[in-house]
C-alpha cells in the first residue's frame, strides 16, 4: 500500500481503445486500461460492466473489434489463453482451473515435464515444484492430488504455475470468491511478493475491503465503459461506489423516494410476519441473519455483486440448505430442508441462473408454467390438458408472454418471455411468499417495466415478495424495506423513509466495523 | 498419501487376504504352479483390462474389446491356415488391424463429439460382425509355430511355469506403469480424465490423447487376441463374448474411477488376479457352482464402486451438494 | 394406433407426426425391401386359430426386443441408462422356470416373476437416485452379478417345464394374433397411460432436459428416477418370461443375452435422445421393429445372419452422426427453421458462474 510506485517509461501493459461487441451489443466500448510494473490493479464494475469480456478479450479467448494491446511497449494479439501465456500474460479464475486429481507438481509442470532419457523425471519434477513453492511461501506434499488442499492453496499453485511460466502480467478473475479470511491474508502476501518482483496484477473482484487492502490502483467499468482510473489511497469508499453505481451523488444526496407511502410501515409491522428467520445461515456461503417478511411487502436485497444476495434467497427456499439458525411460518417452526418443503409452504423462487436452474428448455411453454403446479399436487392428479391450456393461456395474456402458441419450446423465447413464463409457473401455484432473483437481469426494456408492475401489483394483493436486485432504483422503487449485505453479512435494514439509493450506496460503501483489514471476510 | 493409494492398497489387500484364505483351505493351493496358472489363464483379460485403464483414465469407455479379440482370432486363423501367411506377419497385420480399428473409434469419437459409450458399443457390432463374416465355424490353428510357442515358458522348481502369454502380461504391465507415470501422455491421459476443459486450458493436446487412446486400448486388444488364440489354439468369432465387462469390472475393482482421472494400472492388475482368484477357488473348492463367481464379482463391484463414491466425496468435499426436493 | 401412445400432445399432433417421418419411412422401407426379396413376405395365412407369415414372425420375434424398449425409453428419457434389462430378463425367466417345475400354479409363477423384475429395477433406481451413481455404472452391477443370480436360481440347469399356461404365453394366441405380439401392445398401452395419462410423462421429460430446474420447481426427482428403473425392470420380467415360456425353459446363460444393446439401439433409432427429453413409446417400438424386419430381410435374402451386426453398427451410427450436434453444424438449416441457441460451446470457456455480462 506504499504511493510510491515506481514508473518505467513504458507501462507494463498499455490497453488503448478496445471494443468488443456481440451480436450488436457493445460490451467494451474504446476502453484503455493501463498496467504499471509492480502494482496490483483492481479492475472493478457490477455485472455487464465488462470486466470479463476485457479479461477475455485481452487472454485472445474473444477477437477484439478495435483497439491495441502493448506490453512492455510492444503490440500483442495473442489468439487464446495458451499464447497470452507464452506472451507473458497468465490467468487464474475463480474456479481453478488446475486438475484436482493430479499432483501437485504435475499441475505445476504438465506439458513442460523436466525430461530425462525420454522419460519424465520424476525427483527432478518434485524438488523443481517444492523450489518454485518455496518461493510462493507453500510449504506442501507437492505428490498429493492438488484436490485435497484448500482452494487458496489451489489458487496459489495456479498462480506459481502462471508465474512461473514467466508471466509478467498477472489477471486474477475473483480468486477470493470462495476463500475465507485466513485463506484471504495468506493469498494476498503472495500477491505483495510477486508486486516485489516487478510482476502487474489485475485483480477482478467484488469485495471492496480487500481492493483496500491490497490494491495500488482502481480502474472502474460500467457498461462497457471506462469510468476512470485513480489511486487507492484518493479514492474515498463512497465515490468508488457511486463511480461503480454510476450515481451522481451530489444530486441525489437529498432526494427522498419518489413514493413515501409505498414505504409506510406503520400497519405492517404490527402485523405478524408471514416468515421469519432467526440466526439463519450456512458457512461458507452467508453469515447467520435475522429476517422477517410480512404478507403485502417488498423487502429488497441490495449489495454489490457476490455480496451474499442469491446466497440468502437460496437459503430461504431451500436450494442450499442453512447449517444454523431457525425459521418459522406463520409462527410455527420449519425445517427447510428442500424446494418441495419450501413449495408446501407456499414459497416460489425465480432463480438468478434462468437457463441452468429456471427453465426446462426442451419442454414447451406451458408445460413449463404448469409444472410447479402439478409437482404440488403430484404425479397422480395430472391436471387436465384443457386447464393445463387454461392457466397458460391466461398467464400469456396477463403477463403478455409474446410467443406464437403455448406449445412453443420455452427455449426459443426470448430472455424476458422466460422469466415471465418462469414467473407464471410461481403465480400459478399462488404463492404467499414469491422469491425473485434478479428479475430483471437480461430483459428488454419494455418488459421490464412490466415485471416492475407485476411486483408491485402482487404485493398489493397481499402477496410478501423478496427480491434481489442490482438495479437501486428498481429496489427502492418497490421495497418497503431493504437489506443490504456485503462480504456475504447482512450490514443494514432500511426502512420507511431510509429507504433511498442514496443510503443504500452508502451502507454498502461504509467501513467495516472490524478492523478494516482483509480480515473483514470472517 | 494414504488417502492417494487407499483404493489400490485396499484391492491388494483384498488381493492377498484372499490368497491366503484360499491356501489355508487347500494345502496346494500356494504354489508356484497355480501362481502361474493364474496369470496363464488371465493373460488376455489382463492385457485388454490395461488397455481399457487407460481409456478410463481418459475418461471414455471401450465397449469393442471383446469384440476385437473375437475378429483377431479369427483374422489370424484365416491368414495363417486359408491365406498361408507366416504367423509373424499375421500378427503384425492383426496388431495393425486392430490399432487402427481403434483409432477410427478415437477419432469418430473426438471429431463427433459423440458419447464414447455408444460409439464402441457401434465399434462393438462391427468388430463381432467382421469376424462372422470371416468365418463363423472355430477355426482351429495348426502351424507348428504356435506348438512351438506354447513350449515356450520360464519353469520353476515344483513345477509351476511362467508360459508365454504370462511373460507378455508382465511386459504389458511394465510398459503400462512406465507410460502411464514416466511419460507425458500418461500425465496427458490423466488430465484428460480430469476435466478436459482444465486439460485443454492447460495445452493438453486433446485430439491427439483422445485417438491415441483408443488405439492403445484397440492394440493391446489385438495383442490379447493374440494371446488367447495362442491359448486356444483356434480362431473363433465368438471368442471372448463379454470380456469387455470382465475388464471393466477389473478396471473398477483395481480403484480407477469410472469417471476418469484417479487410478492405477497395477490395480487393474490385481482386479484381474482378484477375478481369477475367485474362479480358481471356485474350482478347487469343487463343490460350490460356478455362478458364485458372478455374483461374487458383482458384489465386489458394488462395495468397490460405493468405496470410491466415499472416497471422491471425501477429497472434493468443501461444501455440500446442492439439495434436491 | 391409439393417440395416447406417441410422444408428443395433441396440440403438437401434426409436427409430432412429421418429426415420426423418418421412423415410420425406414419401416417402410426396410419392409418393401424384404417384399421385393421375398414376394411372399406379406402373405398372412390363419392354421389352428393363430395368424402365420413372415410379418407376423418380424412382430412375433421382435416383441421381446420391443418391450425391454419400453422400459428403456424412459430411463433414457430421465438422462440415464439400463445396462442390465437383459439379465433382468435372465433372473425373471429362471424364477418362472424354477418355480413352475417345482409346481407352482401360474398366477404365482407370473406374480413372483414380475414383481423379481420389480425388485431388480428397484436396486437400479435406488443406487441412481439414491446414492447418485451414473446410471450406466450402476446398472452395470446387475448386469454382471444378475445372470450368476439367475443361475442360483436355476442351479446352472437349463431348466425346462411342462405347463401348458406358461407355455401359451410364448406360443399361443389370443383372438389368432400370438400372444408375445399382444401382450407387448398391452404393456405399450398400459405404459403409455401411465405416463400420459397422468403427469408421469411430463416429470420424467422434465427431468431428463434439466434435472436442476426440476428439482427447483418442486419435482421430487428421486421418485422418478426410481420409478422409471423399476418399470423397467418389470419390463424387462415381461420380456424375460415371454422367452423363458416361448423354448419352454431357462436358458440362463442366453437368455436376454445383449439385448440390452438391441433395446437401446431401438430407442435411439426410435429418436429418443441419449441425452434425455422428449420421449416417444410407440416410436421406440417401432425402432424394435425396424431392427427385427432387417434381421429377417438378412436371413430371407441368404446373407449369412452375421451380417447383421454390422448392419446394425451402420445404423446406428448414421442415427447418432443424424444427431450429432457437429453435423447439425455443419449442414445448412432447412429454410424457415428457427435458430435454436448454439449446441455447441466455444471450446475454450472457463466454467464461471457470475461472468457472462452480456449475453446476445
Request: no cysteine; glycine share 6%; hydrophobic share 55%.
Given at each position: 500500500?506504499?504511493?510510491h510506485i515506481p514508473e518505467p517509461s513504458a507501462p507494463l501493459l498499455a490497453i488503448r481503445g478496445l471494443s468488443k461487441a456481440f451480436l450488436g451489443v457493445q460490451a467494451l466500448d474504446g476502453v484503455d486500461f493501463t498496467l504499471r510494473h509492480g502494482e496490483i490493479h483492481a479492475l472493478l464494475g457490477e455485472n455487464g460492466a465488462g470486466k470479463s469480456t476485457l479479461i477475455k478479450t485481452l487472454t485472445g479467448v474473444y477477437r477484439r473489434d478495435a483497439g491495441t494491446v502493448a506490453l512492455e511497449g510492444r503490440e500483442i494479439a495473442p489468439r487464446g489463453v495458451e499464447e497470452a501465456q507464452r506472451l507473458h500474460i497468465g490467468t487464474v479464475y475463480q474456479e481453478v482451473n488446475l486438475l484436482p486429481n493430479l499432483s501437485v507438481a504435475e499441475n505445476l509442470f504438465l506439458g513442460r515435464q523436466p525430461m530425462r532419457f525420454g522419460l519424465v523425471d520424476r525427483g527432478a519434477m518434485r524438488r523443481r515444484a517444492r523450489a518454485v513453492l518455496s518461493g510462493f511461501g507453500l510449504s506442501v506434499e507437492v505428490t498429493a492430488p492438488l484436490g485435497r488442499f484448500s482452494v487458496a492453496t489451489q489458487q496459489i499453485v495456479a498462480i506459481a504455475r502462471a508465474v512461473d511460466m514467466s508471466a509478467k502480467v498477472l489477471i486474477l478473475d475473483e480468486p477470493t470468491a470462495s476463500l475465507d479470511a485466513q485463506e484471504v491474508a495468506v493469498l494476498f502476501g503472495v500477491l505483495r511478493a510477486l508486486k516485489g518482483r516487478g510482476i502487474g496484477i489485475v485483480f477482478v473482484t467484488h469485495f471492496l475491503d480487500q481492493v483496500y487492502a491490497v490494491c495500488d490502483r482502481i480502474t472502474v467499468l460500467r457498461n462497457g465503459r471506462l469510468v476512470g482510473e485513480r489511486r487507492t489511497d484518493e479514492l474515498p469508499r463512497l465515490d468508488l461506489v457511486a463511480m461503480m453505481l454510476g450515481r451522481e451523488l451530489e444530486a441525489a444526496a437529498h432526494r427522498i423516494a419518489a413514493d413515501p407511502a409505498a414505504h409506510d410501515d406503520a400497519d405492517t409491522d404490527a402485523r405478524?410476519?408471514?416468515?421469519?428467520?432467526?440466526?439463519?445461515?450456512?458457512?461458507?456461503?452467508?453469515e447467520p441473519f435475522d429476517l422477517d417478511i410480512h404478507p403485502g411487502e417488498v423487502v429488497g436485497l441490495a449489495g454489490l455483486l457476490g455480496s451474499g444476495r442469491t446466497e440468502t434467497v437460496r437459503l430461504v427456499f431451500g436450494m442450499d440448505r442453512a447449517d444454523q439458525g431457525k425459521a418459522t411460518v406463520d409462527g410455527r417452526p420449519v425445517r427447510l430442508r428442500g424446494p418441495r418443503e419450501a413449495i408446501r409452504l407456499g414459497f416460489g423462487f425465480c432463480p438468478e441462473d434462468r437457463k441452468k436452474e429456471g427453465i426446462v428448455g426442451e419442454l414447451s411453454v406451458r408445460e413449463n408454467i404448469i409444472l410447479a403446479l402439478q409437482a404440488r399436487q403430484g404425479w397422480l392428479k395430472p391436471i387436465p390438458r384443457r386447464r393445463q391450456e387454461e392457466i397458460a393461456d391466461r398467464f400469456i395474456?396477463?403477463?403478455?408472454?409474446?410467443?406464437?402458441?403455448?406449445?412453443?419450446?420455452?427455449q426459443l423465447l426470448s430472455g424476458g418471455n422466460q422469466q415471465k413464463a418462469l414467473l407464471a409457473r410461481w403465480l400459478a401455484t399462488e404463492p404467499r411468499l414469491l422469491i425473485l432473483d434478479e428479475p430483471t437481469r437480461g430483459i428488454d426494456v419494455g418488459a421490464h417495466a412490466e415485471i416492475i408492475r407485476l411486483i408491485e401489483r402482487l404485493c398489493a394483493d397481499g402477496m410478501a415478495l423478496l427480491v434481489v436486485s442490482s438495479e437501486l432504483e428498481e429496489i427502492v422503487a418497490y421495497s418497503r424495506r431493504v437489506v443490504v449485505l456485503r462480504d456475504r453479512r447482512h450490514i443494514a435494514e432500511l426502512r420507511g423513509g431510509e429507504v433511498t439509493v442514496d443510503r443504500i450506496v452508502s451502507a454498502i460503501a461504509s467501513e467495516p466495523a472490524s478492523s478494516g483489514s482483509e480480515g473483514a471476510l470472517a | 498419501m494414504i488417502h492417494r493409494f487407499l483404493p489400490l492398497v485396499v484391492t491388494i489387500a483384498v488381493l492377498v487376504v484372499g490368497f491366503l484364505l484360499c491356501a489355508m483351505q487347500f494345502p496346494n493351493f500356494a504354489s508356484l504352479r497355480v501362481v502361474g496358472n493364474l496369470l496363464t489363464d488371465n493373460a488376455f483379460l489382463g492385457i485388454t483390462a490395461i488397455g481399457m485403464t487407460f481409456v478410463i483414465l481418459s475418461g471414455g469407455i471401450d465397449l469393442s474389446v471383446g469384440a476385437v479379440i473375437g475378429f483377431t482370432t479369427v483374422l489370424l486363423a484365416v491368414l495363417i491356415e486359408q491365406g498361408g501367411w507366416d504367423p509373424p506377419a499375421a500378427f503384425a497385420a492383426a496388431l495393425l488391424a486392430a490399432a487402427l480399428f481403434g483409432a477410427a473409434m478415437g477419432a469418430i469419437i473426438h471429431v463427433f463429439r459423440m458419447p464414447p459409450f455408444i460409439v464402441t458399443l457401434a465399434g462393438m457390432f462391427v468388430a463381432r460382425g467382421m469376424a462372422f463374416v470371416l468365418t463363423t465355424d472355430s477355426l482351429p490353428i495348426n502351424h507348428p509355430l504356435y506348438g512351438d510357442l506354447n513350449d515356450v515358458a520360464w519353469r520353476f522348481d515344483g513345477g509351476g511355469k511362467l508360459s508365454l502369454p504370462a511373460m507378455i502380461l508382465l511386459s504389458v504391465l511394465a510398459l503400462a506403469v512406465v507410460l502411464a507415470h514416466w511419460t507425458r501422455f500418461g500425465a496427458n491421459l490423466y488430465a484428460l480424465g480430469g476435466n478436459r476443459q482444465s486439460a485443454e486450458l492447460m495445452g493438453v493436446p486433446v485430439a491427439r490423447t483422445t485417438v491415441a487412446v483408443y488405439t492403445l486400448s484397440g492394440l493391446l486388444a489385438g495383442l490379447a487376441g493374440i494371446v488367447f488364440s495362442l491359448y486356444t489354439g483356434a480362431g473363433y468369432s465368438l471368442a471372448a463374448t463379454g470380456v469387455e465387462l470382465d475388464t471393466i469390472t477389473a478396471v473398477v475393482i483395481g480403484g480407477t474411477q469410472l469417471t476418469g482421472g484417479y487410478g492405477y494400472v497395477l490395480g487393474t492388475f490385481a482386479g484381474v488376479l482378484i477375478q481369477g482368484l475367485i474362479q480358481t477357488y471356485i474350482t478347487f473348492d469343487g463343490t460350490l457352482s460356478s455362478w458364485w463367481t458372478k455374483i461374487a464379482i458383482g458384489a465386489l463391484l458394488f462395495v468397490f464402486i460405493l468405496l470410491q463414491k466415499g472416497l471422491l466425496a471425501a477429497w472434493t468435499g468443501r461444501g455440500g451438494e446442492p439439495a434436491e426436493a | 394406433m391409439t393417440l395416447p401412445l406417441s410422444g408428443p400432445p395433441p396440440g403438437l399432433r401434426r409436427t409430432g407426426l412429421l418429426r415420426s417421418l423418418p421412423q415410420y419411412g425406414a419401416l417402410a422401407a426396410v419392409l418393401l425391401a424384404n417384399w421385393l426379396l421375398f414376394p411372399d413376405f406379406f402373405s398372412i395365412r390363419l392354421q389352428d386359430g393363430r395368424l402365420f407369415g413372415s410379418l407376423i414372425d418380424v412382430l412375433n420375434r421382435g416383441a421381446p426386443v420391443a418391450l425391454l424398449a419400453i422400459g428403456m425409453t424412459m430411463v433414457i428419457a430421465t438422462r440415464g441408462i439400463?445396462?442390465?434389462?437383459?439379465?433382468?430378463?435372465?433372473?425373471?425367466?429362471?424364477?418362472a422356470a424354477t418355480m413352475t417345475q417345482a409346481g407352482w400354479g401360474l398366477p404365482a409363477v407370473l406374480a413372483a416373476s414380475l414383481g423379481a423384475g420389480l425388485l431388480c429395477g428397484l436396486w437400479n433406481g435406488l443406487l441412481v437416485a439414491l446414492l447418485r451413481i451414473q446410471p450406466i455404472i450402476a446398472t452395470l452391477i446387475l448386469m454382471v452379478a444378475g445372470r450368476g443370480v439367475a443361475q442360483l436360481i436355476t442351479e446352472g440347469q437349463i431348466v425346462t417345464f411342462v405347463s401348458p399356461g406358461l407355455a401359451a404365453i410364448g406360443s399361443g394366441s389370443f383372438l389368432?394374433?400370438?400372444?408375445?405380439?399382444?401382450?407387448?401392445?398391452?404393456?405399450?398401452?398400459?405404459?403409455?397411460?401411465?405416463?400420459r395419462a397422468t403427469a408421469l410423462g411430463l416429470m420424467i421429460e422434465a427431468v431428463g432436459v434439466n434435472r436442476l430446474s426440476s428439482a427447483g420447481a418442486g419435482v421430487n426427482t428421486p421418485v422418478v428416477l426410481v420409478a422409471v428403473y423399476v418399470w423397467c425392470g418389470l419390463c424387462a420380467a415381461v420380456a424375460g418370461v415371454i422367452v423363458t415360456a416361448d423354448i419352454r425353459g431357462a436358458d440362463v446363460n442366453n437368455a436376454g443375452l445383449w439385448l440390452e444393446l438391441d433395446a437401446i439401439l431401438a430407442v435411439v433409432i426410435g429418436g429418443t435422445s441419449l441425452l434425455g427429453g422428449r420421449f416417444g413409446l410407440l416410436l421406440s417400438v417401432v425402432g424394435a421393429a425396424i431392427i427385427q424386419a432387417m434381421n429377417t430381410g438378412i436371413l430371407l435374402s441368404g446373407f449369412k445372419p452375421e451380417f447383421n451386426l454390422i448392419v446394425k453398427a451402420a445404423v446406428l451410427l448414421a442415427v447418432l452422426l443424424l444427431q450429432s450436434p457437429v453435423l447439425t453444424l455443419l449442414l445448412p438449416r432447412p429454410k424457415g427453421a428457427r435458430p435454436v441457441s448454439a449446441p455447441l460451446k466455444p471450446a475454450i470457456q472457463p466454467a464461471k458462474r457470475e461472468s457472462g455480462s452480456v449475453k446476445p
Open positions: 500500500m506504499t504511493p405478524p410476519p408471514l416468515v421469519r428467520f432467526r440466526g439463519f445461515g450456512r458457512a461458507r456461503s452467508v395474456r396477463l403477463l403478455d408472454i409474446r410467443t406464437p402458441d403455448a406449445e412453443r419450446p420455452i | - | 439400463d445396462l442390465s434389462v437383459g439379465a433382468v430378463m435372465a433372473i425373471a425367466g429362471a424364477v389368432t394374433v400370438p400372444m408375445p405380439v399382444v401382450i407387448t401392445a398391452a404393456l405399450l398401452a398400459v405404459t403409455a397411460l401411465l405416463v
